[in-house]
């Protein structure tokens, strides 16, 4: 473990929920001056307290170590808000539908960033019966590659890993899918709705004639 609970994060907490140092040491079974001594950096509270301080503060453990209290509000578990992480290290990717505080490989994890696709990244979408097929215009090498894809509804998230040398390219069920996402593992996350207006054919992103000839032009553009 390279993270601890700090004097600084228990005052804070303990402020915050307007308890004071002697309530603080009843509810743990300590002494008014041993919270102090945290608090003055003269020491730490032994691992086997360290739950015991987290159900005090109403929090998790993961919360009380990080020093990163979670507040969701995402109570309703809509998808269309939910947040991707992704660990620098092994790649491991997680998928949450609110705040959390996630730790890989020793790393605190932080939710990415969306962008719209842009020339570098731009993605294809065809409708073939009830299913979205999406290409990514995208390199899939093992330094450069694009990681997974995701669809997501109100209430559902598909979602589809890729790797190095493999294509990429998803098929996902058209149902209420208003956001589709994909992950570059040097440029981040983006995103882009399928479609606006998802029974217009004629003017849909997912009309085929138009797919093909922006295919033409991505890949005159970008060999």
């Known amino acids: 473990m390279n993270q601890y ?64 209290t979670i507040h969701n509000a995402n109570v309703s578990a809509n998808m269309l808000r939910s947040k991707f992480y ?8 997680i998928h949450s ?7 890989c490989h020793g790393i605190q994890l932080v939710p990415l960033e969306v962008e719209p696709t842009d020339e570098q990244h731009m993605i294809f979408i065809e409708r073939v019966e009830d ?14 590659y694009i990681s997974f894809m995701a669809a997501a509804s109100s209430d559902n998230m598909q979602m589809v890993k890729l790797y190095p040398e493999g ?20 440029d981040g996350l983006f995103s882009i709705d399928p479609v606006k207006g998802i029974d217009d054919k ?9 797919r093909r000839e922006l295919e033409q032009i991505a890949t005159r553009l970008f060999g």
């Not at 992704?86 to 990717?93: A, L, R, S, T, W």
């Not at 004629?202 to 138009?210: A, L, M, T, W």
Request: hydrophobic letters at 35%; a neutral charge.
């Open 5 to 68: 609970v700090t004097g600084a994060v228990i005052k804070e907490l303990r402020e915050k929920n307007k308890m004071t140092q002697l309530q603080l040491a009843e509810i743990l079974g300590v002494s008014e001056k041993t919270v102090s001594k945290w608090e003055r950096f003269r020491g730490l509270p032994d691992i086997t307290l360290l739950e015991p301080i987290a159900n005090a503060f109403r929090i998790s453990v993961t919360e009380l170590i990080s020093g990163n």
């Open 202 to 210: 004629e003017s849909g992103y997912d009309n085929s004639d138009e």
């Open 97 to 103: 539908m609110g705040e959390v505080a996630i730790h």
């Open 167 to 186: 294509s990429a390219e998803a098929r996902f069920k058209i149902r209420g899918v208003r956001r589709i996402f994909f992950y570059c593992n040097r």
């Open 86 to 93: 992704v660990c620098p290290v092994c790649g491991n990717v």
């Open 131 to 144: 299913e979205y097929y999406v290409r990514v215009d995208h390199s899939m090498t093992k330094e450069h």
